[in-house]
């Protein structure tokens, strides 16, 4: 089961994608401050935790970014942040889960994202944070909050 929780004021409404590339895809956009997105996605793979994939969290967000600048239209793309946490520390069979922040600069203006990435039962789930980068200041709180909030809980 997937769970995560934002505030109300954001003006996020469910938005479906008009091409399904996943195998399963969430995605909420907010009607009220334009460029601002959350949603996560989960896809089956071969391996059973992140760390087998990435050894470091940096190894993920340098790849992150590669796959960025091979984008059409992306002028450039910077690693802001990357670290490892513990998916939900209070349960005795954590998982663990790299959280990232990186900036593009591209035809569609500055992005900022922040992104947090997790293996569970052969599962990759991708939750991801996007904003202006001129929408920063005033949403990296409530970013950092509900990304934070994203929890995977398996049997």
Known sequence: ????????????????????????????????TKGFNIGYTVDPVK???????FKEPKGLADRVVQVELGKEGVFEANVLAARQSTEVPT???????YTIEYKIDSS????????????????LYVFTAQCKEESLQELQTATSNIVDSFDVQVN
């Open 47 to 53: 391996i059973s935790s992140i760390t087998e994939l």
């Open 108 to 123: 569609r203006g500055q992005n900022h994202y922040t992104v947090k990435a997790l293996v569970a039962k052969n599962k």
């Open 1 to 32: 089961m997937v769970r995560f929780s934002y505030p109300d004021n954001l003006g996020l409404v469910t938005s479906p994608k008009l091409v399904k590339t996943h195998e399963k895809e969430v995605f909420l956009k907010s009607e009220t």
């Open 91 to 97: 349960r005795p069979n954590s998982i663990p889960a």
